[in-house]
Nanobody, 115 residues
Framework: QVQFVESGGGLVQPGGSLRLTCSLP????????MAWYRQRPGESRDWVAQ???????IYNGDARSRHKIARDIAKNTMTLQLNRLTPNDTAVYYC?????????WGQGTQVTVSS
């Protein structure tokens, strides 16, 4: 695998939950700072959660109370648990290092929150 691959998105109603999964390139090390990003329709991409060495997590804005980032070193994967979703969470979600490497962006996974 030469780039990030995201999966797990879908259509959910407000208040619902999703868990997104990221498959990391084999070149990513356990020391890398990892992050999830989102891009809302018509907006630029921005980070929503980071996970650093020792499992330290950082969340952007209101994501801190509703999102949970985790990494499985052995499986070379990363997840983002999305809880209490709102229509404002509708976006394409990506994973990458922090700061990101432009050559490794995947296709993202679409999250749509709508009733």
């Amino acid at each position: 695998q030469v780039q990030f691959v995201e999966s797990g998105g879908g259509l959910v109603q407000p208040g619902g939950s999703l868990r997104l999964t990221c498959s990391l390139p084999e070149t990513i090390t356990s020391q890398s700072i990892m992050a999830w990003y989102r891009q809302r329709p018509g907006e630029s991409r921005d980070w929503v959660a980071q996970i650093k060495r020792l499992g330290i997590q950082i969340y952007n804005g209101d994501a801190r109370s509703r999102h949970k980032i985790a990494r499985d070193i052995a499986k070379n994967t990363m997840t983002l648990q999305l809880n209490r979703l709102t229509p404002n969470d509708t976006a394409v979600y990506y994973c990458n290092q922090f700061p990101p490497l432009d050559t490794l962006w995947g296709q993202g996974t679409q999250v749509t929150v709508s009733s």
